[in-house]
Nanobody
Framework: VQLQASGGGLVQAGGSLRLSCAASGRAIMGWFRQAPGKERECVAAISWSGGSTFYVDSVKGRFTISRGNAKDTVYLEMNSLRPEDTAAYYC?????????????????????WGQGTQVTVSS
């Protein structure tokens, strides 16, 4: 599985960005972020079917994770960005052969990682 993340950048507080991650294979997908000096955290995850999603409390109502129709691209739409959203964002994939509605949020539960894309939100 190869993952290619893109879409990061510099934006003012209140602005929006959309991250994209091209992926191959039957996989549960997650978006994680890691700020300097902090642990990597799952901000959103989506099941293989797209029917189940997870959001960390701090992004609920502002971020939306989705899959493209062919399920080979996962998006993270980020609105109302805040300076505390500044971090390197990573997409990750967990191959699944079972339930199509499972989601996972643990760093160690994912098998493949893309390179990070930096998101910087200025105040």
């Amino acid at each position: 599985v190869q993952l290619q993340a893109s879409g990061g950048g510099l934006v003012q507080a209140g602005g929006s960005l959309r991250l994209s991650c091209a992926a191959s294979g039957r996989a549960i997908m997650g978006w994680f972020r890691q700020a300097p000096g902090k642990e990597r955290e799952c901000v959103a995850a989506i099941s293989w079917s797209g029917g189940s999603t997870f959001y960390v409390d701090s992004v609920k109502g502002r971020f939306t994770i989705s899959r493209g129709n062919a399920k080979d691209t996962v998006y993270l739409e980020m609105n109302s960005l805040r300076p505390e959203d500044t971090a390197a964002y990573y997409c990750a994939a967990k191959i699944t052969y079972h339930s199509s509605n499972d989601v996972y949020t643990g760093v160690h539960e994912y098998d493949y990682w893309g390179q990070g894309t930096q998101v910087t939100v200025s105040s």
